[in-house]
């Protein structure tokens, strides 16, 4: 009789450990499916979905434990021991997996840092292709993905790129017997034919054999950053000669034996000067590619999102509606925005299959 009671008693507490783990599992699928609903349209919010599957993995064990069929004294045992273990893992955290979580925690309150942005960190510099709870990977100019961890970008100065646009400079040295009126003018002009806003000279130093000209302008086009740079380069280049201006200094001068007279500026040639082709494919769409298809996936998938939400104050709307006429134009415009929806969903599909091919 004893033993029948013992076997039902443990096969009792059986039960109730697969039905205590099955509530578990349950909630926890239940929960990502929701997460999974709900930032599917938000991948710059991609961390959020991780910080909550992580905090909900911890109160899941914490259930799990507090609904096992346990004496109290091997619960507590069991909560002390689960205590230890979250504390060491943060005490550990500055070196650890924690530690570049609780960096990717710091980096998304600040929220400067979004996919398509280019940032220059410490040695490196690139456009954000991917940002996750642990890592920032960045395509860099050479067109290589480099991934940076958290903890990296958190530890270091890091400099982002505004979105309205970015000071574009070429720093020079010309020689104090041209006059500063003359240079200002031909980088200015250079600056201009590059399609830069609001150019300035600055005067950054007199040296003893040389004056340092920086020629800025603000680049409103972020994503021809490497072709503008490329262009006021050759434009100031050109400008220079083209106004019989040499690039070097006396100093180049006093290590060569040549007449005061003496010019080295290329051959003047009679052909037209080439300019760079504006209808040209740029290089920073060769260079950045994932970084640029990245930011326009998430710019189409926001667009999703508000197209769903007009699409739902739209249904609503319609169902409330007893006016004929008015409920008509409703469906009418519930129908279109269904199926900017459809093709929408198609394009999206199609860039994300480009960005996994990558």
């Keep these: 009789m004893g033993d029948d009671i013992g076997f039902w008693s443990l096969v009792g507490k059986t039960i109730q450990v697969v039905v205590v783990f099955g509530i578990v599992f349950l909630a926890g699928r239940f929960v990502q499916g929701r997460l999974d609903a709900i930032y599917a ?4 919010h991609a961390f959020r979905r991780q910080l909550y599957m992580a905090g909900g993995l911890l109160a899941g064990v914490l259930a799990l434990i507090l609904l096992l069929p346990l004496s109290r004294e091997l619960t507590g045992q069991l909560l002390g021991l689960f205590g230890i273990v979250v504390s060491a893992t943060i005490a550990l955290s500055s ?6 979580i609780m960096a990717g ?28 709870l642990l890592h920032v ?22 400099q982002v790129m505004h979105s309205s646009g970015t000071i574009l400079s070429v720093d020079l040295s010309l ?88 010019q080295f500026i290329p051959k003047r040639e009679w052909t037209p000067v080439e300019r760079p082709d504006a209808s040209a494919e740029q290089p920073d769409s060769l260079v950045f590619d994932k970084a640029e ?40 415009e519930c129908e279109q925005i269904e199926q900017r929806l459809a093709r929408l969903a198609a394009v999206i599909e199609a860039r994300e299959a480009q960005i996994s091919s990558s």
């Design 137 to 158: 990977e960045i395509q860099t100019e050479q067109r290589d993905l480099t991934t940076l961890p958290n903890l990296y970008l958190v530890q270091n100065p890091t």
């Design 175 to 262: 020689g104090y017997d041209v006059p500063r009126r003359k240079i200002e003018k031909v980088l200015i002009d250079a600056a201009t034919a590059t399609g830069l806003e609001k150019p300035y000279v600055e005067i950054r130093a007199l040296g003893d054999f040389s004056v340092t000209y920086v020629v800025s302008g603000l680049l409103t086009e972020l994503n021809k950053l490497i072709g503008k740079r490329r262009e006021l380069r050759a434009h100031t280049l050109d400008g220079l000669h083209d106004a019989g201006i040499e690039i070097v200094s006396p100093t180049f001068m006093n290590t060569r034996a040549y007449t005061p007279d003496t």
């Design 293 to 332: 298809k990245a930011e326009s996936l998430a710019k189409l998938k926001e667009q999703r999102s508000s197209l769903e939400e007009r699409l739902k104050e739209c249904q609503e709307l319609r169902d409330k509606e007893s006016d004929d006429a008015r409920k008509r134009a409703l469906a009418d």
């Design 105 to 132: 925690i710091t980096l998304r309150i600040v929220d400067n840092i979004k996919p398509g942005d280019f940032i220059a960190c410490g040695e490196y510099f690139g456009r954000v292709s991917e940002m996750d």
């Design 95 to 100: 070196t650890t997996l924690v530690g570049n």
């Design 41 to 44: 349209d938000k991948p710059q």
